[in-house]
């Protein structure tokens, strides 16, 4: 492996500072926004009417909506460009978010769900598509680590701020899970013009690099293009047929289904233990943050290795063991213990395997395959918090949502051993 020269050591860095760190506060105003209904059904489901199973429903319907649209949206992308359709993205969403406020029952807030998610379609996938136009491939793993420690980060902050934001219940007429809906949604509003006039398309238009910098990375960037171009010829169409594809499709919907369905049911988990709400809120954010820095450096370990498969399909075998441990113990510690166990796993494969379908792809065919491979996967968004919902209709407890989403980790890593090659090289 070759020892990265000091130019190229100081254009990944100075790209990384300059892009990471404002990426990262965006998708954690997208999660936040995506997720802050777990909070809310504390006191919402009972508000509206809403059962166990209705929540699935409603919980789940949100990735029906990102399906349908994510990759015509990533294909706007390409065409508009990433600063103009992300600024678009983010405002909508924020506006529909705050919307879901006013829900008036069961349906209307089905509806809004499905309306939000129709609106941030395209903004994950997108974001993974704009870092393919700034970090070589074997940068990537580490990079997307950073991106996603929004992902964590947030489901702690967001778990702190919820649980202040519901204590507002009565203010103004309102109750907390009113406020959380718009305390939540608007921020990403001003996020979303901030983007309009702040992301830099390209290391064309980067007045913060020098000259030899922006020729350096361009012409590392064109050069892995045209590998790739020439190794895999791929086409708009002909990729969502893709077998290689729709394998990645199959692998991330598993990841989703898990990491959702807990993302989504795990303040009622805890509930179901006699915690109180600033007990659950606060406990909630745990996990997150231990994942959060077992990500980052289980990215830049499968960087350094490249041994992508081992590091995708271990991932996923640490969350099942979690699930499992969370399922069968007995008492809080050994359940919460599970389940900080199945977030550091949950959240380890992430930038594992967004490594790999932008490594078979480019241009617009980039923007498609990862497009679509989100969209498959999304729709686990769905399956984990319906089938959760179901399982807990059914029966008392979570014993056996929890066996399920173990389940699905073992199959995402068994599918990730057959698809990810054994020796790769990415870049």
């Given amino acids: 492996m ?14 990384m500072w300059r892009l990471i760190p404002f990426l990262v506060v965006l998708y954690i105003a997208a999660f936040i926004d995506r997720v802050n209904v777990g909070f809310a059904a504390l006191t919402m489901n009972h508000d509206l009417g809403i059962d166990p199973y209705t929540y699935g429903w409603a919980a789940g319907i949100f990735f029906l909506g990102y399906f349908v649209l994510e990759v015509p949206s990533n294909l706007m992308l390409v065409k508009f460009g990433a600063r103009t359709w992300l600024a678009r993205i ?13 829900a008036q029952g069961a349906t209307s807030f089905m509806v809004l769900r499905f309306i939000l998610g129709a609106a941030e379609a395209g903004f994950f996938p997108g974001i993974i598509f704009f870092l393919t136009f700034w970090f070589p491939a074997r940068y990537r793993a580490r990079v997307v680590a950073l991106f996603m420690l929004a992902n ?17 219940d009565g203010m103004a007429g309102l109750a907390g899970w009113q406020w959380l809906f718009i305390i939540e949604g608007m921020p990403s509003v001003v996020l979303g013009v901030v983007t309009y006039f702040k992301l830099v398309e390209g290391p064309s238009t980067a007045k913060w690099l ?26 708009i169409l002909s990729v969502l047929t893709d077998p290689r594809m729709i394998a990645f ?25 006699g915690m109180s709400e600033t007990t659950v809120t606060l406990l909630n954010a745990l996990p997150f943050w231990i994942g959060a820095v077992a990500m980052v450096f289980w990215g830049r370990m499968a960087d350094k290795t ?7 399909a271990g991932a996923c075998l640490i969350t099942c063991s979690g699930l499992v441990i969370a399922a069968l113990g007995h008492g809080q510690p050994v359940v919460f213990g599970g389940l900080v166990i199945a977030a550091i796993g949950g959240y ?19 923007a498609a395959g990862i497009a679509f491979v989100n969209s498959v996967g999304n729709l686990g968004g769905f399956a984990g918090p319906y089938v959760l919902g179901y399982l807990r209709s059914v029966s008392p407890g979570f014993v056996g949502g929890l066996v399920f989403l173990a389940g699905c980790a073992v199959a995402a890593a068994l599918l990730g051993l057959i698809t990810v090659p054994r020796n790769q090289h990415t870049s």
């Fill in 90 to 102: 983010m405002v909508s969403w924020g506006l529909i978010s705050a919307a879901c406020a006013f």
């Fill in 306 to 312: 490249r041994r992508y498969r081992a590091f995708l």
């Fill in 249 to 273: 499709g199959l692998i991330y919907l598993l990841i989703v289904t898990v990491n959702n369905g807990l993302v989504l049911w795990q303040p009622q988990i805890l509930s179901s233990y």
């Fill in 210 to 235: 020098a000259p030899e910098e922006r020729e350096w990375l361009e012409n590392e960037l064109n050069t892995e293009a045209a590998e790739r171009e020439k190794r895999h010829k791929p086409r």
């Fill in 152 to 168: 964590p980060v947030a489901s702690g902050v967001g778990s702190i701020l919820s649980g202040l934001v519901l204590k507002m």
């Fill in 348 to 366: 380890c494969v992430l930038p594992v395997f967004w490594t790999q379908p932008g490594a078979y792809l480019t241009g617009a065919a980039a």
């Fill in 2 to 15: 070759n020892t990265p020269s000091e130019l190229e050591r100081r254009v990944v860095k100075k790209a």
